[in-house]
């Protein structure tokens, strides 16, 4: 049963740094594609970032310079490290993989005074 768990959110001021982690069970990152993406409250989910199986990587624009995604095969772990946090960052954030497709269950991220 592939499942994947995220970790690290929590309450932060503007300006502060979190490190997000997904950790993979079930399955092996190593030849996966994977993404983080967040939703915020009455809002869509949206792609954050992303990183192939050979390490490319893309974000949107409003995080750039900001976040960076990697991955670390030999622990099976996706990373998002997040500094300069804006309160519009706020929002639940969940990783993705595929093949095959799959969600985590996503990890609260607040960024507030």
């Known amino acids: 049963q592939v499942q994947l768990v995220e970790s690290g959110g929590g309450l932060v001021q503007p300006g502060g740094s979190l490190r997000l982690s997904c950790a993979a069970s079930?399955?092996?990152?190593?030849?996966?594609?994977m993404a983080w993406h967040r939703q915020a409250p009455g809002k869509q989910r949206e792609f954050v970032a992303s990183?192939?199986?050979?390490?490319?990587?893309n974000y949107r624009d409003s995080v750039k310079g900001r976040f960076t995604i990697s991955r670390d095969n030999a622990k099976n772990t996706l990373y998002l490290q997040m500094n300069n946090l804006k309160p519009e960052d706020t929002a639940v954030y969940y990783c993705?993989?595929?093949?095959?497709?799959?969600w985590g269950q996503g990890t609260q991220v607040t960024v507030s005074s």
């Open positions: 990183i192939t199986s050979g390490a490319i990587t």
């Open positions: 993705f993989t595929l093949p095959p497709p799959r």
């Open positions: 079930g399955i092996s990152l190593s030849g996966n594609g």
